[in-house]
């Protein structure tokens, strides 16, 4: 069975300070993808980063950077200078080769103040 | 177009009513979803279409009924829901890939009451 963590409930941070989201995964299959998503309050799930098995090249987007780590099963998501608009909730999800099935994380709520 | 629509934003329905959710994608996607999102919580997989037949039903109660007329239509038949039936439903799209899995994209949802 698949299992993704997000251990921070919830953060709350100051603007333009730099905030790292925690994901680690648990899963037997040696094929599979991780996603973050991003949910504001609007409610759409909106699609940020997707990651296979084995591309552990970290990546970076803008303000927007992940570090995948095989060796301790994580996923880290970091948003450099961080601005209001981030405040969201945000998901990790995990799904094995084959499978149809996203096992998303309980998701951290991010609150950016002003 | 890269966009995932759903009709209405909003429902709200008595326990005796029959309605409808509508999802629509035009990205040439042949994979469609339906979610149930409470509160607090990471969305459930409800329903999965892959080439508009039916691959995945996670022991849905038969109180809803999918639907999913073509590749880019998804219905949700709602009938005699309860209470607790009430929760942001969203709908997701996603290429169908032989040796790879994509991202899913989501609609911006329906936010369902019962009464």
């Known amino acids: ?114 | 177009d890269t966009e995932v629509t759903q009709t209405p934003k909003h429902l709200v329905m008595g326990m005796t009513n029959k309605k409808s959710l509508k999802c629509e994608q035009h990205m040439g996607h042949r994979a469609m979803y339906w979610y149930k999102q409470k509160a607090k919580k990471p969305p459930e997989l409800m329903f999965v279409y892959s080439y508009e037949k039916l691959s995945i039903n996670e022991s849905v109660p038969s109180r809803f009924s999918p639907e999913c007329p073509n590749s880019s239509l998804l219905n949700l038949h709602l009938h005699a829901l309860q209470p607790e039936d009430s929760a942001l439903y969203l709908c997701a799209s996603s290429q169908e890939g032989r040796n790879s899995y994509n991202e899913q994209f989501f609609g911006p949802g329906t936010r369902l009451t019962v009464l």
């Not at chain 1, 992940?66 to 608009?85: E, H, L, R, Y």
């Not at chain 1, 990790?92 to 994380?105: H, M, N, P, T, Y």
């Open chain 1, 1 to 114: 069975a698949q299992k993704v963590t997000q251990a921070q409930t919830e953060i709350s941070v100051v603007e333009k300070e730099d905030v790292t989201l925690d994901c680690v995964y648990e899963t037997r299959d040696t094929t599979y993808y991780l996603f973050w998503y991003k949910q504001p309050p609007s409610g759409e799930l909106v699609f940020l980063i997707r990651r296979n098995s084995f591309d552990e090249q970290n990546e970076i987007s803008g303000r927007y950077s992940w570090n995948f780590q095989k060796s301790t099963s994580s996923f880290n998501f970091t948003i450099t200078a961080s601005q209001v608009v981030d405040s969201a909730v945000y998901f990790c999800a995990l799904v094995i080769q084959g499978a149809q099935k996203l096992v998303f994380g309980q998701g951290t709520r991010l609150t950016i103040n002003p």
